[in-house]
């Protein structure tokens, strides 16, 4: 045998190998995009047995947009929240957003100016964006009505501002378009009807855009004078606008906004406000102190049940409307999730606005028990849990409504569990004597698309029956047994 000859042979023999550890080792390819969810929840919103009349309460006055090219729905008027006074006198407010406070004669005979932000020197602006900027949040302190108590006579409004009224607490770099202010008003007489006394400023941040700005303002109506709760001040805010939050201050927290904020509004040595000791992010590196829940896109609304339940209605995108219980130190996901659902920011890779399949947790995310898709409405606007007793068959249930459809939906609270919607039905809606849709029977041209819009929102009195209020026509609306 030719010794010169075996590296040769041994070279041959081994490029079998070779190829076969090349035919072994295929590249792996790059894993698919995921789709988006065609049809996020495909089950249909059905009417149930129960069913309401609405009838007429009071109309508010007409009035003017402050801005002189229209932007925005001809409003007859833009009422957005009611709410009773807490002095035994059954007197109901409600805010325009054009810069008016009313209260409301416990008869409904007619509505007082009480409060007019247009003769207020605050640096009150609503010609921004008239149908999300101006006067809109109140709260009227728990002790309003108690002679010698620390917040007697105290009303808490929330409201735009311009940018050059004064100095935010958060956010003064980035408050181009306005600035959103919480302001404390001491009532010299809090049996009056008109306003009489002096106001201070609380609470200001910055807004880069015109929209998501500050929502409501609470006090938590189940906590007793000796409970940590009592006199604490609750505000929602969104995420300081534009389309899918390009601040990024939804998981962002060093700054309340896109939250729920808790503070003292009376403050504490000489502050503005101070910071409740319980609150979740005292002394959490990272967190704005006033932070109570975050993670939330547009809660235009919140409000408590007797037991001090919170429910939030947070607004989505263009695809998910929630329902959200409120807990201390939740995160709601906002811009990750919309629903129960991830977005293209969850997911990356993908485009925006459709939403898609929800990837295990990275973080915990605090999911709504209630949600609605756009085959069925538009934005999530008020709610509150029935507590009344006129219409006995709606006791206990969480009612809220779609602004823009007019539709008003209810949910049984008994078990509620958080990513695990509940079943929304629709209440059975009758106006002089016929069923009808609120949106088509009071609605007003929508500028925004086709048709009508209801600019529905709800409301309160102390005895826990339940309003209407719709923009279209300035009407103020109880909820009475149907048919």
Wanted: charged share 25%.
């Amino acid at each position: 045998m030719n010794i010169s000859r075996l590296p040769l042979i041994a070279a041959c023999l081994c490029l079998p190998v070779f190829a076969q550890q090349l035919v072994l080792e295929p590249r792996v390819p790059e894993p698919r995009a995921p789709e988006p969810v065609a049809d996020p929840i495909p089950d249909r919103i059905e009417k149930g047995d129960i069913a309401v009349a609405l009838e007429d309460l009071v109309q508010l006055p007409r009035l003017a947009d402050s801005s002189a090219v229209p932007r925005t729905t001809n409003a007859h008027a833009r009422i957005q929240y009611l709410h009773f006074v807490p002095d035994g006198s059954g007197r109901l407010a409600v805010n325009d957003l054009r810069g008016v406070l009313y209260l409301i004669d416990a008869d409904g005979g007619s509505a007082h100016v009480f409060l007019d932000f247009r003769e207020q020197d605050v640096g009150f602006d609503d010609s921004m964006f008239p149908n999300e900027t101006g006067l809109l949040g109140f709260a009227f302190h728990p002790d309003f009505g108690r002679a010698g108590a620390p917040g007697h006579g105290r009303l808490y409004t929330a409201y735009s501002a311009t940018s050059d009224s004064g100095v935010a607490d958060y956010l003064e770099h980035d408050s181009e378009n306005h600035e959103s202010v919480i302001r404390e008003w001491v009532v010299d007489d809090p049996s009056a009807n008109e306003f009489s006394g002096s106001s201070r400023e609380v609470f200001r941040i910055g807004q880069f855009a015109e929209n998501h700005n500050i929502g409501n303002l609470a006090f938590n109506p189940a906590s007793a004078p000796d409970d940590s709760d009592y006199g604490m001040l609750y505000a929602s805010l969104g995420d300081g606008g534009g389309a899918n939050d390009p601040g990024e201050y939804g998981q962002s927290a060093s700054e309340p906004l896109s939250s729920i904020m808790r503070i003292d509004p009376l403050g504490d040595n000489g502050s503005r406000y101070r910071i409740p000791p319980d609150n979740p992010f005292v002394e959490r590196e990272g967190f704005a102190p006033e932070i109570w829940a975050w993670g939330l896109r547009h809660p235009q609304h919140f409000s408590f049940d007797s037991d001090g339940t919170m429910y939030i209605n947070d607004i989505g995108q263009t695809q998910i409307e929630e329902v959200n219980i409120g807990v201390p130190g939740a995160n709601y996901g906002w811009r990750l999730r919309e629903g129960t659902f991830a977005t293209a920011f969850g997911i990356g890779g993908v485009r925006p606005n459709p939403v898609y399949p929800r990837p295990e947790d990275e973080q915990a995310f605090e999911y709504p028990v209630a949600q609605f898709d756009h085959d069925e409405g538009r934005a999530i606007s008020s709610g509150y849990v029935y507590r009344g007793g006129s219409i006995p068959e709606l006791q206990g249930n969480y009612v809220f409504a779609d602004l823009v459809t007019g539709r008003i939906f209810y949910i049984e609270t008994g078990d509620l569990t958080p990513g695990d919607p509940a079943r929304i039905r629709e209440l059975r809606v009758f106006i002089e004597g016929e069923e009808r849709n609120i949106g088509e029977a009071l609605g007003h041209p929508n500028t925004y698309g086709q048709g009508k819009r209801a600019d529905l929102r709800l409301g309160i009195d102390a005895q826990g029956e339940l309003y209407a209020l719709t923009k279209g026509d300035g009407w103020v609306r109880k909820l009475m047994p149907g048919r």
